[in-house]
C-alpha cells in the first residue's frame, strides 16, 4: 500500500531519530574502586593492638565516628576483626565514589560558607581527597575536586571544618588544621548517607 507523502515524511524522521538514539555514544567503561587490603590497612590503623574503645580510637577519629556502627559484639570496643569485615564489605561492593551530604552545626545552629574538606588517612593510599561548601542550611555534597562523577570514594578521613563559626570567629584549629574529627564512607556508612558534625 502506498502511504501519502505527508506520512511518509514523519515514518522516515521517526525512523532517523531511532537510528542516531541507537548509534549513540558508548556508555563509559564501570569507574574502578581503589584499591584496598582490609588487613593491611586495620593493622595500620589499629597499630596491632587489641580491641580498642572511643577514647583509644582518636588517633583515628573515622573510627571512633563510626564505633557503635562497627562494633557487633556491643562490647564497646572495635576489634581486628570487626574492622576487618566493615573494610572487606567495602572492598567487595566494588564502589568507587558514592554520594555523601554533610550538615555543619556551631553552637546550635547551622554554619554556612564553611569548607568541609576530606582528608584520607595516610594507610588510604588509593583513596582521594574530597571537599565541599555549606550553604545557609549549613549542609554541603562532598565531592572529588576535578572529577567527573560527584561523590567521594570510600575509606577512612579525616574531616577539616574550616569557616566562621555563629559566634563570628574562626573555628577552631581542633576542627581544621589540628581536627578531631573523622569519617568513614562505604558499607552503609555514615548512616542515611549523611555525616552530621556539631560543633562547640
Not at 559484639?73 to 567495602?90: A, F, H, P, Q, Y
Not at 576535578?146 to 578521613?157: A, E, H, K, R
Request: aromatic content about 4%; charged content about 20%; glycine content about 10%.
Amino acid at each position: 500500500m502506498k502511504l501519502p507523502p505527508r506520512l511518509c515524511l514523519v515514518t522516515v524522521r521517526l525512523m532517523l531519530a531511532v537510528a542516531v538514539v541507537g548509534c549513540g555514544p558508548a556508555r563509559p567503561a564501570r569507574l574502578p574502586a581503589p584499591a584496598l587490603d582490609p588487613a593491611a590497612v586495620a593493622d595500620a590503623a589499629l597499630g596491632g593492638s587489641g580491641p580498642q574503645g572511643k577514647a583509644e580510637l582518636k588517633q583515628v577519629p573515622a573510627l571512633a565516628f563510626a564505633l557503635d556502627l562497627l562494633d557487633k559484639d556491643g562490647d564497646k570496643k572495635l576489634s581486628r576483626e570487626e574492622l576487618i569485615g566493615w573494610l572487606t564489605e567495602v572492598r567487595d561492593s566494588k564502589v568507587a565514589i558514592t554520594s555523601l551530604a554533610v550538615e555543619v552545626k556551631h553552637k546550635g545552629r547551622p554554619v554556612k560558607n564553611a569548607t568541609v574538606r576530606f582528608i584520607p588517612e595516610s594507610f588510604m593510599t588509593e583513596v582521594k581527597a574530597a571537599e565541599g561548601t555549606t550553604d545557609d542550611t549549613g549542609m554541603a555534597m562532598v565531592s572529588i575536586p576535578g572529577s567527573d562523577y560527584p561523590g567521594v570514594n570510600c575509606g577512612l578521613y579525616r574531616v577539616a571544618i574550616s569557616g566562621q563559626g555563629n559566634d563570628g570567629k574562626a573555628l577552631p584549629a581542633k576542627y581544621n588544621a589540628e581536627t578531631t574529627l573523622g569519617v568513614a564512607v562505604g558499607g552503609m556508612l555514615p548512616e542515611n548517607g549523611m555525616a552530621t558534625f556539631v560543633l562547640e
